[in-house]
């Protein structure tokens, strides 16, 4: 029985009391930054094994969360036990990423869907390479101001890869129209494509892309100077219907 004016002592809870999978991983850190998950893990060896845990389970990662600018050290840390990662957005890491920091977190996601590497000018055409071998079902891929994309890279994308709906290759001035030719053959689902500032591309490429990609909605083609207008109208332009076909119709209005 309590005396007056005594208070009843209350266990303190700790957060890392918490269950670690059930609880903190799915419904606690999801909600924080890669920058606020850097931060905690500072706090204390517990919480570094927390978020290490939290990451090697993370789906998306992108880089542009910690800032301006991740560090080299930062990044490999924090990937380095992630295998299940689907979208990887790398823009922020331009100025020091080569293929010796991408290609082991290339290797060992092979479920990436969509990857961003913008810019990213000290890679190699080997990285384009292990991501056709190692991310057969990639679907989204912008290499927009990555030079060193040649056609042979290009190649083993389209051979590996032809699931692509979206590729940037903005820029990328190895590539002419052979190599392009190639690529929409193989990759007839792409839905978006840029060839921008490209002045190798010229109309066999456009045409090719006319009469592959049915499903495209989106071409850019800003700053191809070799592009003639009949073959930018030649995008346009739908399949014709075959007399079955229009026949159904017409008897389904009529109906």
């Not at 992108?62 to 050290?73: I, N, R, Y």
């Not at 823009?91 to 290339?106: A, F, G, H, R």
């Not at 030079?147 to 990328?172: I, M």
Request: proline content about 4%; glycine content about 2%.
């Amino acid at each position: 029985m309590e005396l007056p004016g005594e208070t009843r002592s209350c266990p303190r809870g700790h957060l890392l009391d918490l269950p670690w999978e059930d609880i903190l991983v799915p419904h606690i850190l999801c909600h924080l930054s890669l920058r606020q998950l850097l931060s905690l893990q500072r706090v204390s060896k517990a919480f570094q094994t927390l978020i290490q845990l939290y990451l090697a389970d993370m789906r998306c990662f992108d880089s542009s969360q910690v800032g301006p600018h991740l560090p080299k050290a930062a990044f490999c840390n924090l990937l380095k036990d992630n295998e299940v990662l689907q979208h990887l957005a790398l823009q922020n890491c331009s100025d020091w990423l080569t293929d010796k920091e991408l290609l082991p977190v290339i290797g060992q996601n092979h479920h990436l869907q969509e990857i961003q590497l913008s810019s990213c000018l000290q890679l190699s055409r080997h990285a384009l390479v292990a991501i056709s071998l190692s991310c057969p079902n990639v679907r989204s891929l912008c290499l927009a101001h990555c030079e060193w994309v040649d056609s042979l890279s290009l190649r083993s994308l389209a051979d590996h890869c032809k699931g692509l709906e979206s590729l940037d290759l903005t820029a990328c001035r190895q590539l002419k129209d052979e190599a392009i030719c190639y690529l929409v053959q193989k990759c007839s689902r792409l839905k978006s494509l840029s060839l921008a500032v490209n002045a190798n591309v010229g109309d066999t490429a456009v045409e090719e892309i006319a009469k592959c990609c049915r499903e495209l909605e989106h071409l850019d083609l800003t700053g191809c100077l070799r592009v003639k207008n009949e073959s930018i109208r030649s995008t346009t332009k739908k399949p014709k219907r075959s007399p079955a076909k229009e026949k159904n119709n017409t008897n389904m209005e009529e109906d």
